[in-house]
């Protein structure tokens, strides 16, 4: 069974004239970790709600079809119940920071829980050390910089023991340097615990590498649904204004020019691509 399911799901905001998505179907796995991407405007961020019920419990509206999370139809069940099954990771780490130290903060989702003061205190202290953050646990929020926000939310998060992990966007407002470290973080969650990852981001230059599997989403639709490397492949990224890792782009220019070459994701694999074509070239000498 699907840990996560769309079943034909149409959804229209309140104050909108037009579906933010229309006939999502959708399923996703436990173990998954899924890169969702398209243009702005395309309804990503509008799965991501729909996946821990937010929508349509908080964002009100128009709704048709179906999303079950492990099992719970989200109509059917607060996002408080929700948000142990699916934790939601926004572009903007201030928008989800409410306490006045990090410690804190990370205990904030237990403590709402209910749960003994023995089992927040182990949850706190696994998510701090999984995330990396134990220099900054007794500091305020504000105090750090965007990327240990992000990384402060994250561990907020886990602290919830969720199976799914949706990350809007995350690295948004950070740096490269910055962004690749939450993205690693991330990567080591799905590797190690297991966590299901459902990842919406444009940086593709930076994410591309982690995700399993890609789903390119245009005007409310899902558009391809694959393997990173397949969709790719495909000029129809392009074509509707996602932009390419850069490594992409530059092997289609050679096939372009005769050069037939595996299409890259990363720099590494660009260039482990051209030392052996560089020694099959000097073998053929």
Sequence with gaps: MALIEFKNVYFQYANSEKFAVEDISL??????FVLITGPSGCGKTTICRAMNGL?????KGKMKGEVIVDGLKTTEHEVS????????????????????????EIAFGPENLGLPP???????????SLVGIEKIRHRAPYEISGGQQQLVA????????PKVLVLDEPTAHLDPKAARMVLKIVKKLNNELGTTIVLVEHRLDLSIQYATRMILMDKGKIVLDGSPRDILTTDITA????????????????????VRLPVPLTPEEAGNYLKEMIKQHDNNL
């Design 27 to 32: 399923s996703i796995s436990e173990g998954e």
């Design 55 to 59: 929508v349509p419990h908080f964002h």
């Design 81 to 104: 119940k929700l948000a142990t099954k699916v934790g939601l990771v926004f572009q903007n780490p201030e928008n989800q920071l409410v306490a006045l130290n990090v410690e804190r």
């Design 118 to 128: 023995e089992e927040i205190r182990k949850r706190v202290e696994d998510a701090i």
């Design 154 to 161: 994250l561990a907020s998060v886990i602290s919830l023991n």
């Design 239 to 258: 074509s509707i204004g996602v932009g390419e890792p850069k490594v992409v782009q530059l092997f289609k220019a050679l096939q372009k020019h005769g």
